[in-house]
């Protein structure tokens, strides 16, 4: 009886590891630094935010400004647009549509999917922030 309670703990224990380790490798923490702000976006302003496949770019916010991306109708994405790879507030990812290139260092990040790098040197995402519909017309951009 002493060996199955042994036993018994042993799986918990080891079940227990399992699933603290894996749970942490799914969180993907950015190296960019992550600076509070909020901002709204008035659609009927910034239009080019209902076509989807555009973005935009909001400077002042976050560390190295926001690049706002609507995938779908009703779909947006921000991220900041500090290059993970040279993670300085002058390497900023430069937007085009579905599309960001860093002008210091040549990585290239597809909007789509969590802004993951299409083309290196850069190996991490893009930081994402949240995006909120505050109404028809008004985004709410924060972190």
Do not use: H
Not at 8 to 30: A, E
Not at 73 to 81: L, M, V
Request: charged share 10%; aromatic share 14%.
């Amino acid at each position: 009886m002493q060996q199955v309670l042994n036993r018994g703990v042993f799986l918990f224990f080891l079940f227990t590891l399992f699933f603290i380790s894996n749970s942490c490798d799914k969180i993907q923490d950015s190296q960019v630094p992550s600076v509070p702000f909020t901002f709204t976006i008035n659609l009927t302003v910034a239009n080019e935010l209902a076509i989807p496949g555009n973005s935009m770019y909001f400077p002042g916010a976050g560390y190295g400004g926001v690049i706002v991306f609507c995938e779908m109708p009703d779909t947006y994405f921000a991220f900041d647009a500090t290059c993970t790879y040279e993670i300085t507030q002058t390497c900023k990812v430069v937007n085009s549509g579905v599309l960001g290139e860093c002008r210091c260092c040549g990585s290239k990040f597809l909007f789509t999917g969590g802004a993951f790098p299409a083309k290196g040197p850069a190996a991490a995402p893009l930081r994402q922030y949240n995006v909120s519909r505050m109404s028809s017309v008004m985004l709410r951009v924060y972190n």
